[in-house]
């Protein structure tokens, strides 16, 4: 059957037990970095099957290394710490994998990223479609911009970067789209936007 848990303070617990407190430094700053990651479950072969999950975390301690988040475990650690977790969770669907790596500190007003202490987190939970809908969708071309690699590392998936998204997303929303197109400061869409590099092989967990 079935049961919620994460991975939290280094140890596997029920959902419902891996909070942070309000002056966590990651809430107040976004100080943190993640990965969505996808588990398609194939009732055939009884297998949950994973998108590319060691090119996901490579990228998570890159993120890290940018914040100064100094996380205790290796790539491969980190995969077999979702594996673990995958199976104890025992979804037999679709899921969404999401590892957190974040300053954990509980204070405010310490903006010196290497002295504020680390953590790393991971959930799983059931999911469907990202959008609902099985032909075309509708987008719209997004008034936020995306911001040059410059003013904030792209290339990694920061939290406190994806407000922009999040916007873009629901100004699509509630102006009756279903995604948004966000092009860079020209007015064009970013190099490296090209749906055919997104095409790769699942793999079992």
């Known amino acids: 059957m079935a049961q919620a848990m994460a991975f939290f303070k280094g140890n596997v617990v029920p959902i419902e037990q891996a909070n942070v407190s309000v002056m966590t430094h990651a809430l107040h700053y976004g100080t943190a970095v993640f990965e969505g990651v996808r588990g398609n479950w194939n009732e055939e072969h009884g297998k949950m099957y994973v998108f590319r999950l060691r090119e ?16 205790p475990y290796t790539v491969e650690d980190l995969i077999e710490i979702t594996r673990d977790l995958v199976e104890r969770n025992g979804y037999r669907e ?8 974040f300053k954990s500190a509980q204070l405010v007003a310490n903006l010196k990223l290497h002295e504020v202490e680390s953590d790393f987190t991971l959930m799983v939970q059931p999911f469907g479609a990202y959008i609902e809908n099985d032909g075309a969708i ?25 407000t922009t998204g999040i916007l873009a997303k629901t100004e699509a929303v509630m102006a009756g789209f279903d995604e948004a197109i966000v092009m860079n400061h020209d007015g064009k869409l970013p190099p490296g936007c090209d749906p055919s590099r997104r095409i790769w092989p699942r793999q079992k967990l």
Do not use: N
């Open 138 to 162: 509708r987008c719209q071309t997004s008034s936020w911009r995306r911001p040059e690699d410059t003013m904030m590392p792209t290339g990694v998936k920061l939290s406190g970067l994806y």
């Open 94 to 101: 679709d899921v969404y994998i999401r590892p957190l790596a």
């Open 56 to 71: 996901h975390y490579e990228r998570l301690l890159r993120g890290s290394s940018i914040l100064k988040i100094e996380l």
